[in-house]
């Protein structure tokens, strides 16, 4: 399974930017995908994630009602709407899959096999 990362840039406070995450190779429905974010200095942290097949979706409670993701099946394309930003959104953000990780655990990122290679979103005040 290969993960491409893209969308990331600068974007002002209060704006929009669209995440893709590419997947080939073994990819398909039957993988979980998450996203994850790193900010310098800090620890890698849960974004939000996509059960198999899409039908469950879950959030951190900092993104919530802010970001969505959602996939193309068809494509193997999943994304990460992110409205509303915030300065303290910037990160390089990554997104990850992986077949065998349980609902319960989908928030950790130890749970995941493959890891895209990060793409930098910089959100200026």
């Known amino acids: 399974v290969q993960l491409q990362a893209s969308g990331g840039g600068l974007v002002q406070a209060g704006g929009s930017l669209r995440l893709i995450c590419a997947a080939s190779?073994?990819?398909?429905?039957?993988?979980?995908v998450g996203w994850f974010r790193q900010a310098p200095g800090k620890e890698r942290e849960f974004v939000a994630a996509?059960?198999?097949?899409?039908?469950?979706?879950l959030y951190s409670d900092s993104v919530k009602g802010r970001f969505t993701t959602s996939r193309d099946n068809a494509k193997n394309t999943v994304y990460l709407q992110m409205n509303s930003l915030k300065p303290e959104d910037s990160a390089v953000y990554y997104c990850?899959?992986?077949?065998?990780?349980?609902?319960?655990?989908?928030?950790?990122?130890?749970?995941?096999?493959?890891w895209g290679q990060g793409t930098h979103v910089t959100v200026s005040s």
């Open positions: 990850a899959a992986d077949r065998s990780v349980i609902w319960g655990a989908i928030v950790r990122s130890d749970q995941y096999d493959y």
């Open positions: 190779g073994s990819f398909s429905r039957n993988y979980a």
């Open positions: 996509s059960s198999r097949g899409g039908g469950s979706t």
